[in-house]
């Protein structure tokens, strides 16, 4: 690491946890350790600096990514605070896009938790590298040992523990730095004591651990090993720089512990994203395209510039756009390109982001996290470079909505105004989808979740001071080949004066295994029966198909179309005759299979008393739930279920009615599943 570079100073960091794990009062903690405020923010009080959104205060958890900056030990860390809700995995993708390293928050009882894998597996995809906080620690219950063995067994990554904690429960106290061999303290109201050695009680203990934590270093890393094997032990440097190694490599996950609302733990955490997590000039060159060819970018403020949108607030007052900027510099002022639609934008402000509280900045610089004022139509994924080297990075995902409703103004006189308020939510919000439905004329709004709409819609209400009336949730289905058919013959012929159009395909249509959902187009045509531009037309005409199924016009996915056969007319034979038979074609072919109905799925964990448990099995059943398995946790019931997606609508108040308000549980989309087939008409 270039340590004499600006770049080598600043972390880009996310905070990523289950909801409920305490990711906004570690992120309020670290603001507080860092001076950037005065006061510890605390969520049940709605006095957190991230969670400013009145939303996010009245409900008591994260839904809108935030950004903050501060300063640590003469380092800047940008810290995004995630939403931890299943609804809002989106937000969390964007963020992971734009990260070079993330803080996981376990909860010392429960453990890992199912929105803990999610996110956990979304930072996999992204490769960002992590290490692990485990949280209240001075709750009943708290277990570190069991915290770090369900990272090991529900995340796969080596969980390397550096802390032991001193105390339990009630009386947890401090941690046992077992690096420095020393004891990290805190008053009752939070304030570090100096460090001291540790006490004779743990010092047996503390020796086992950290012998422990060389061993498994040496398992992975070879310089430690080597010297492991000279020495019989690890010096704390080559740990150190073996444990950072490791971290960047994604083979091991090092692992503290702490009590964020106590404020204990904050500091050693700090210290640990500084030592172990990658700055800016630690993680490969972004990558990026243009005109078909791969181009990278270095972290170089004096490279061509190349920045990543990754969320846009779109307010009364203007638009504000969050940036991430890879290569090169951003002034104020400056004109840039939007290579995604290659249109130029001028900047007008550049600010460094503390939630909803700015400050100016008169540029950027490569690695940086800031937002923007005055770009008009950049949205979210969008690339902005300089005019003269446009470059093209790979946007952020967005999920497919599963769930809808239909939303209308109370008022026929608001309709204007609700759809610029739906299409502004749309542009905050990518995963949102607004459209009208053709059959009923009715303005549909879809998004990740129930609760996902449900905050939406309540903001249409606060922001925009509209009436809306809002219809029962729909989820969306989708629509599979069950049975396929084979040599199904179309042939489109039209003539009518002019010049004709001619195609003539043979399909075959089968289903894909239940692992490939989606769509595969093959051709098995020999002798140049039909010409490769005309396949390509062909297959083009099968995609357009897919938008409506035969059951009932929902998406087609989960199907392997090969064309065959076919033949061409030497006058009449074009592109879109084969597009238009590739699709005509395929709609008539799905019509003679045997097709399936699917459902979303979710995967639902309900955590209540155990004498709930024969009450809440029956109503899962009832739901059509199938239950997956139940453990026992610090005294209650965890079930695990997989559910109809359809089925959850009102679950959480069904579930407080029957556990006398003890119960709660969580849910994470899964796929698709195929759905009971209609009663029939009387």
Same mark, same amino acid.
């Given at each position: ?22 990711? %906004? ?21 709605? %006095? ?49 896009? $734009? ?29 960002? *590298? ?98 492991? /094997? ?5 010096? %704390? ?19 503290? /512990? ?7 733990? $904050?500091? !050693? ?100 996290? #800031? ?13 902005? /470079? ?20 239909? $939303? ?6 608001? %309709? ?64 599979? #080949? ?14 009518? +004066? ?51 199924? !035969?059951?009932?016009?929902? *998406? ?36 003679? /299979? ?30 059509? +739930? ?17 559910? !109809? ?28 599943? *195929? ?8």
């Amino acid at each position: 690491m270039r340590t004499t570079d600006p770049l080598a100073v600043v972390r880009n960091l996310g905070i990523l946890a289950h909801v409920d794990a305490g990711k %906004t009062t570690v992120t309020e903690r670290i603001l507080y350790a860092t001076g950037t405020t005065h006061k510890r923010g605390e969520v049940h009080d709605g %006095t957190t600096v991230t969670d400013f959104d009145p939303q996010e205060r009245d409900r008591g958890i994260t839904i809108f990514s935030a950004a903050v900056s501060c300063s640590w030990n003469g380092h800047r860390i940008n810290l995004i605070d995630t939403p931890g809700h299943v609804d809002f995995a989106d937000e969390v993708e964007r963020s992971l896009r $734009v990260l070079d390293g993330a803080v996981a928050v376990f909860d010392a009882v429960a453990g890992v938790e199912p929105q803990s894998e999610s996110v956990w597996r979304q930072a996999d995809r992204h490769d960002v *590298p992590r290490i692990a906080f485990v949280n209240k620690m001075d709750r009943a219950g708290a277990d570190l040992d069991a915290a770090v063995a369900s990272i090991r067994d529900r995340l796969h990554p080596v969980p390397l523990a550096v802390q032991l904690p001193v105390g339990a429960e009630d009386a947890f106290t401090g941690v046992v730095d077992l690096l420095g061999m020393r004891t990290l303290t805190w008053t009752d109201d939070g304030e570090a004591r100096d460090p001291s050695p540790v006490p004779d009680a743990l010092r047996e203990e503390a020796l086992r651990r950290r012998r422990l934590l060389e061993e498994a270093v040496a398992e992975l890393h070879p310089a430690a090993l080597e010297e492991f /094997c000279d020495t019989g032990a690890l010096g %704390t440097g080559t740990l150190t720089a073996a444990l950072r190694d490791l971290t960047a490599r994604g083979e091991a996950v090092v692992v503290l /512990c702490g009590s964020a609302y106590r404020n204990r733990g $904050v500091e !050693p955490l700090l210290d640990a994203v500084l030592a172990y997590l990658p700055s800016p000039l630690d993680v490969p060159a972004v990558r990026g395209t243009y005109d078909g060819a791969e181009q990278e970018r270095a972290a170089d403020p004096e490279a061509p510039l190349a920045a990543l949108a990754f969320k846009v607030n779109a307010t009364a007052t203007g638009r504000l756009t969050y940036l991430r900027v890879y290569s090169g510099t951003i002034e104020q002022g400056d004109t840039v390109r939007d290579a995604t639609t290659g249109r130029s934008e001028r900047v007008g402000r550049i600010l460094r982001v503390r939630a909803d509280r700015h400050a100016r900045l008169d540029r950027a610089v490569a690695g940086d996290i #800031v937002a923007v004022v005055g770009l008009k139509g950049a949205r979210a994924g969008a690339t902005l /470079c300089a005019l003269d080297a446009p470059l093209v990075l790979e946007p952020p995902g967005v999920a497919e909505p599963v769930v809808s409703v239909a $939303v209308e103004a109370l008022r026929s006189t608001d %309709t204007g105004r609700l759809a610029q308020a739906l299409a502004r939510l749309a542009e905050e919000d990518p995963s949102l989808v607004v459209r009208t439905d053709t059959e009923t004329g009715q303005t549909v709004l879809s998004g990740m979740g129930e609760l996902h709409l449900e905050v939406a819609v309540e903001r249409i209400r606060s922001d925009h001071g509209l009436g809306v009336a809002v219809g029962r949730p729909r989820v969306s289905h989708r629509e599979t #080949v069950g049975r396929g058919v084979s040599g199904f013959v179309y042939r489109h012929v039209k003539q009518d +004066g002019g010049a004709g159009q001619f195609a003539h395909v043979v399909l075959d249509v089968e289903p894909l295994d239940e692992a490939e959902r989606g769509f595969e187009f093959r051709s098995t045509v020999v002798g140049g029966r039909v010409p490769q531009e005309y396949v390509r037309a062909v297959e083009a005409g099968c995609r357009d198909a897919l938008a409506e199924g !035969p059951l009932g016009g929902h *998406p087609v996915t989960g199907l392997r179309v090969t064309l065959t056969d076919g033949s061409t007319h030497v006058k009449d034979s074009s592109d879109t005759a084969f597009r238009t038979a590739g699709r005509l074609g395929l709609r008539d072919a799905l019509r003679a /299979c045997a097709m399936v109905l699917l459902e979303p799925v979710a995967e639902v964990t309900v955590t209540v008393p155990q004498d709930a448990v024969g009450s809440v099995l029956g109503d899962l059943a009832a739901r059509r +739930g199938r239950v997956g398995g139940s453990a026992t946790r610090a005294g209650a019931a965890v079930v695990t279920a997989t559910v !109809p997606l359809a089925e959850l609508f009102g679950y959480a108040t069904r579930l407080r009615s029957r556990t006398q308000g003890r119960g709660t549980f969580t849910s994470r989309p899964t796929g698709y599943a *195929p759905a009971p087939a209609p009663a029939p008409a009387r």
